[in-house]
């Protein structure tokens, strides 16, 4: 039976959740490009409810699980958004949004696997549901039909999703590997960030550019735009782990800290811990009574005895904690360096021309880092 849980609203709202909302656009032509944007994402909207339905019942209903639970479509909105550097919203456009919002949610799936998590847009994770098995799977056949849809758009697109699963996968693999012996851990975790989030976020932004038609020297800041930005939006997500407002990330406070997934607070503040005795003291209480399993980024896991003879400690000693790393000083480093990131993404936008794209962008690039209010 298909698990129940309701459809999320998207249509217009969508525009305004990513800043490109008409109160920002004061000229017709802004307000012809938002609209533009939004009939394009009821476009998109609707090819991916035909893109991931399948005529196998169980792949059916196992691939528009998580479609239906929601999301933002941030990377196809980009897609549309750089698009109207060119020609607009083409037919190809709109066909590479698909490809590669399923290329997103396919990789949903498999870090959930990979992370253990219970829940994901509000709703019990997949291998919650079907088992992991069933979840590594369904991601695989969304891989494997949003490789279909840009096969159809020609070589160039075919390379751009290879080369953007590439290293999503290598991102993953070195994530789940740690760091080498000697190299700092935080700079790995930043390259893990923008393997992972970035380049598919950068793939996202150069598929408007290249089949919109628009001029090939466009390509370079748009990638490198949507690298940084990709790297801003995860480290804020590093941030809205511990937000205190569960019924608004549609995670338990503290859901990644708990499961031992590492996170730049906990990087900072494994750093912090060397020469700060309080901070050593809540790493020390994080190791102890929330993560199960000790990454292997800020020490040697937990041995079985230890599991075994461990007390658990009770929802509120945990809830305390995460709380504590909230406010934390390694918490508001990484809000500021989320913060910097996202500059250095305006940044990358220089060349292109002024105009409401460019203004698009700088306000998609606020609305990011302004999602940890």
């Known amino acids: ?58 792949a059916d209903v196992s691939t528009r699980y998580l479609l239906e639970a929601g999301g933002k479509r941030v990377r196809p909105m980009l897609t549309l958004l750089t698009a109207q550097l060119g020609a607009g919203v083409t037919d190809d456009v709109v066909t590479a949004a698909e490809a590669i919002e399923i290329t997103h949610l396919g990789s ?18 997949a291998q919650t549901v079907w088992g992991n098995s069933v979840a590594i799977l369904t991601g695989d056949l969304l891989f494997a039909r949003a490789s279909q849809l840009m096969a159809s758009l020609g070589e160039r697109a075919i390379s751009l999703q290879a080369n953007t699963f590439e290293r999503l996968v290598l991102g993953q693999l070195h994530e789940t590997v740690g760091p080498a012996e000697g190299d700092d851990p935080i700079a790995h975790y930043i390259q893990v960030l923008s393997d992972k989030t970035g380049s598919l976020i950068a ?11 628009a001029d090939p020297g466009f390509e370079e800041p748009i990638v490198e735009f949507g690298e940084k930005i990709g790297v801003a939006f995860q480290l804020i997500d590093d941030v809205i782990d511990l937000s205190p407002q569960p019924e608004e990330t549609g995670k338990v406070p503290g859901t990644d800290l708990r499961a031992g997934v ?18 050593a003291d809540l790493l020390a209480r994080i190791r102890r009574d929330v993560i199960v399993v000790t990454p292997p980024d800020i020490g040697d ?19 305390a904690i995460v709380a504590e790393l ?25 060349p292109l021309p002024e105009g409401s794209v460019k203004k698009a962008l700088t306000r998609f690039a606020e609305t990011i880092v302004e999602r940890q209010s």
């Open 262 to 279: 590492v996170t730049l607070p906990l990087l900072r503040l494994a750093e912090l811990a060397k020469t700060d005795a309080a901070s």
């Open 108 to 125: 949903l799936y498999h870090d959930d696997v990979m992370d253990d998590s219970e829940r994901r847009r509000g709703v019990p994770s």
């Open 326 to 350: 909230r406010e934390h000083e390694a918490t508001r480093a990484t809000l500021a360096e989320a913060h910097r990131w996202a500059r250095d993404a305006v940044a990358a936008l220089a």
């Open 203 to 213: 793939s996202a932004a150069q598929s408007g550019v290249v089949f919109s038609g």
């Open 301 to 319: 896991p937990l041995d079985t005895n230890t599991l075994a003879s461990r007390i658990v400690p009770s929802r509120a000693t945990v809830d």
């Open 1 to 58: 039976m298909k698990p129940s849980h309701p459809v999320a609203r998207r249509g217009s709202a969508l525009a305004a959740n990513l800043g490109v909302s008409e109160r920002l656009f004061a000229s017709t032509a802004d307000r012809a490009m938002a609209k533009a944007i939004d009939a394009g994402i009821e476009r998109v909207e609707a090819g991916l409810m035909r893109e991931v339905s399948f005529a196998d019942s169980i």
